[in-house]
């Protein structure tokens, strides 16, 4: 069955207290598929945080980016099947064996407590990254940005990675190395009436989903609107226009 269109909006809840996300939460949960919860909030508010949204009904995208040794990352994945997330996210930067033990690491822990796993995403490249800082900055020359991105998107799924979170525009390649039933997440969406903001590799909404995303992060679009609903419907009907 087809995913609904709300069903592929991810709200990133970037707020600065828990009682304000948790007001979003209540508010959103009829408009978005889930939210996502980043490190500004995971930070402030404590791991319990994922716990309070499932309990509001709500599915939970933990975007921490873990990235270190493999057994310390593994680690991280366990306690991420413990709060009965939704999904998170590994840098793919971290290597072959890093993401095939978070990976191991987060199958063998939902058989133990007799649940599904959360799926698994692979950072590729930070949207925030321009192509001259990508070679000037990350030293990676010769490669283009979807280059690397297709790289690595084949080597986390190899490794047992359930999808990536990449750019709108680098969509196309990872559904060419890596298939359809690969996941992918994408940030840097803005509706045609929204700034642009810190991203340089955006796409809106319906483009997105006509390159082949899965699901979309979006934040500011919705959560600085006046009417956070009424923006998330405005969305809605992009997608399903």
């Known amino acids: 069955m087809a ?91 971290g290597g072959r064996v890093m993401l095939k033990e978070v990976a191991r690491a987060v199958k063998e822990e939902a058989l133990r407590l007799r649940r599904a796993p959360p799926k698994i995403l692979a950072v590729t490249v930070l949207t925030s990254i321009s192509q001259k800082e990508m070679e000037d900055e990350m030293l990676i020359k010769g490669r283009t940005v979807e280059q690397v991105v297709a790289a690595w998107a084949k080597m986390a799924q190899q490794s047992g990675i359930d999808g990536v979170v990449c750019s709108p525009r680098e969509i196309a390649v990872i559904r060419a190395c890596c298939g359809s039933d690969f996941i992918i997440v994408t940030p840097g969406i803005r509706p045609q009436w929204s700034e642009e903001g810190d991203q340089k590799r955006v796409t809106t909404p319906r483009q997105a989903l006509d390159y082949g995303a899965d699901y979309m992060v979006i934040g500011r679009p919705i959560i600085k609107a006046g009417d956070p609903v009424e923006a998330a419907r405005l969305i809605i009907d992009e997608l399903e226009a």
Do not use: W
């Open 3 to 93: 995913m609904k269109a709300k069903e592929r909006i991810i709200l990133a809840l970037d707020v600065n207290s828990k009682d304000e996300a948790l007001e979003l939460v209540k508010k959103m949960a009829g408009s978005v598929g889930a939210f996502k919860v980043g490190m500004q909030l995971y930070n402030l508010a404590g791991p319990g945080i994922v716990r309070c949204i499932n309990d509001l009904g709500g599915r939970v995208f933990v975007d921490l980016k873990f990235h270190d040794i493999p057994n310390t990352v593994a680690s991280a994945g366990r306690v991420m099947t413990g709060l009965d997330c939704f999904m998170f996210n590994v840098h793919a930067a």
